[in-house]
């Protein structure tokens, strides 16, 4: 049994003893109080405005207006925190990129890039006949088979091996995910500390939108290049979104409508069915926090969870909306040009032009706000939670960092402290056979979502011999079916009475229809009838419907299961090791359905791959226990706090702004 540590306990005369520290004081204040882009509705606020009726009109988010006075305790809990509260502008700049990267996804990786690096690979690849290569030519249609020779296999030389041309497209996103991982791994300690955040999704932006447009240089003789555009834009595309992601609960703490109000407190794990309260972080004070022993918490009652929930919301249709305007003007760009590989080219040029011109707000708008200090790790990598000042307080642990408490290394102490973290995450997670049962069925059913919309546009492009505009249609079906789905499903649980987890099982065996809807087109008696099986370009829209409508609802009820089973005051952990989850995983399938495709020389066969992929994590989820996760993660919640295990996790620093 161990001894408890201090309770930290940070107060407004700690702080002081500390730095001598106020927003009055500060020059980090000092110098953004003169900033002229602080003007208006992005200045700080001062008590000696507070009774100014015509600075209150001015100001739009004055503490006044919501008819309550400035809190007294809102004050900075560690260096150069940025205190100000959530602006107009700071929303729409975040909004902003959502508008501008989204067009990546949609446009890019789930239309326009497959069938181009397909195409470039075609047009510099070689008929693979019986007996071998035959050294003819593929060519390029306009459905992108091979000339005169609609069945036959066309394959290009890489690095002295012969793959598929379809194949060449899935190797190229199973190398550019496992690039994304591990850049999200190593920079995710910078995304939540220190004063990289912006600084780190500006220039991924700039990497991932001139990668784009860069397609516009590529040539059959050096397709090569595509690949590496591809590569480099999927990364930059990852990592900026998580970082723009760890913008959010920045926002939510800091906005008007919550900095100033104290909601009465709720258990931590109330919450809905497809946003659990955990998904917001949570705020922790000296007596509820899980440091000094209780497991309840608090956090504001509602609103932090619908607030973030709207902003969240409202990121994500405006994200949508831009894309499927950018894919209208590709499907019209490409027809009007014939269908060539030069307007696939120019379309993923204006995706990448799209995404670089409208990430220009988010640079001018988005406050950087820092982060904590990293927190310093003892040499067992459990965390130093707080430590006395001398006068019988205890000062927060990221505080002491700041003050060199941490290890030295300068900018590399972040990555090492990321992987650290995700190591010792993993650690405790292996102690909890629900949590482990769930990440297993989650990394496959993850991996199963990104490699069927992946195979799905090139088997349209290859098999069904559908032109480059028909296959760009697809993504349009299934973004319009996602939005129905997510409104839906998030009706059907309570409507029904039927749990999360079983609703998680039936959105599975949906989606499991996809692939062997496709395996009937092996059936003789199917292939001669014609009608279906995959065999004609309509089919594919109907899958594509279905697809995006399971897909609006998946997502959120696995996010939610999974935070039911995380141990108290562990949640961004947990849901980090969840979220490199969901990315690592989809390395393999593409992999596996380019090696099948080589294999067999039809990229049908994926489908067998893909049926099995997806019926696995079924039984998983059924031994899933949610009522014996939850009790077993408070029993490891209990036995750290005992100090029969090292904390492995630290107490997050978000302020007392009111929230």
Aim: some cysteine.
């Amino acid at each position: 049994m161990g001894t408890h540590a201090p309770t930290p306990h940070y107060n407004n005369s700690t702080h002081e003893q500390l730095f001598s520290h106020s927003p009055t004081r500060d020059p980090y204040y000092q110098q953004h109080e003169s900033d002229p882009e602080d003007a208006d509705d992005e200045r700080s606020f001062s008590e000696i405005d507070d009774d100014d009726p015509i600075y209150r009109r001015r100001h739009r988010f004055h503490p006044n207006i919501f008819g309550i006075r400035r809190n007294s305790n809102c004050t900075p809990q560690f260096p150069a925190q940025d205190v100000r509260p959530t602006s107009v502008k700071e929303l729409a700049g975040w909004y902003s990129y959502a508008w501008a990267a989204e067009v990546f996804v949609v446009c890019g990786i789930g239309s326009f890039i497959p069938v181009t690096l397909e195409q470039l690979a075609r047009e510099n690849g070689v008929v693979l006949g019986e007996n071998g290569v035959t050294g003819g030519r593929c060519g390029a249609s306009e459905h992108g088979g091979v000339v005169g020779e609609t069945d036959a296999q066309c394959v290009v030389n890489i690095l002295g091996w012969w793959i598929n041309t379809a194949s060449f497209a899935m190797y190229t996103f199973s190398v550019s995910v496992l690039i994304q991982s591990l850049v999200i791994i190593s920079m995710s300690g910078a995304a939540d500390h220190g004063s990289y955040r912006k600084k780190l999704l500006l220039v991924f932006a700039l990497i991932g939108s001139i990668s784009t447009m860069l397609f516009i240089t590529v040539t059959p003789r050096f397709f090569l290049f595509g690949a590496v555009w591809a590569i480099l834009g999927n990364v930059g595309f990852g990592a900026s979104f998580v970082l723009l992601n760890a913008f959010l609960p920045v926002l939510v703490r800091h906005h008007p409508s919550l900095l100033f109000k104290s909601p009465p407190p709720t258990p931590l794990n109330e919450g809905n069915a497809l946003l659990p309260s955990t998904a917001v972080p949570t705020t922790y004070s000296a007596e509820n926090s899980p440091v000094n022993g209780s497991l309840t918490g608090s956090k504001p009652k509602n609103l932090a969870l619908t607030l973030s929930s709207q902003i969240s919301s409202y990121g994500i249709a405006i994200g949508y909306c831009g894309a499927l305007l950018m894919q209208a003007f590709g499907i019209l760009l490409v027809i009007s040009t014939e269908s060539t590989t030069w307007s696939l080219q120019f379309v993923l040029f204006f995706v990448g032009l799209w995404w670089f011109i409208f990430s220009i707000p988010a640079a001018l708008w988005l406050r950087p706000r820092p982060g904590p200090p990293l927190p310093r790790l003892n040499k067992d990598g459990s965390v130093w939670a707080a430590h006395g000042n001398g006068n019988g307080n205890a000062v927060n642990q990221s505080v002491v960092a700041s003050r060199g408490g941490g290890s030295d290394g300068g900018n590399w102490r972040y990555i090492a402290y990321a992987w650290k973290s995700l190591w010792k995450t993993t650690l405790r997670a292996r102690r909890l056979k629900d949590v482990v049962l769930f990440l297993a069925a989650w990394f496959m059913i993850s991996d199963g979502i990104a490699t069927v919309s992946g195979t799905a546009i090139l088997f349209a492009k290859t098999n069904l011999h559908m032109n480059p505009a028909a296959v760009a249609l697809i993504s349009v079906v299934s973004t319009l079916f996602g939005v129905l789905g997510a409104f839906a499903w998030s009706r059907f649980s309570p409507y029904f009475g039927v749990s999360p987890s079983r609703t998680i099982l039936i959105l599975i065996a949906i989606f499991e229809l996809i692939p062997l809807y496709g395996l009937l087109g092996f059936i003789p008696a199917v292939q001669r009838g014609g009608v279906i099986g995959l065999t004609q370009p309509y089919e594919i829209y109907m899958l594509g419907g279905v697809y995006g409508f399971v897909l609006g609802g998946i997502s959120g009820y696995c996010r939610s299961v999974f935070g039911e089973l995380i141990p108290p005051g562990s949640e961004a952990a947990f849901y980090a090791l969840y979220a490199i989850t969901d990315k690592g995983s989809s390395v393999f399938g593409p992999a596996v359905v380019g090696y099948m495709t080589d294999k067999f020389g039809n990229i049908r066969s994926a489908f067998w791959f893909l049926a099995v992929l997806l019926a696995v994590p079924l039984p998983l989820l059924a031994m899933v226990d949610v009522e014996r996760g939850k009790k077993e993660g408070r029993q490891l919640a209990e036995e750290e706090l005992r100090g029969d295990l090292p904390l492995l996790g630290y107490l997050d620093v978000v302020g007392t702004c009111g929230v």
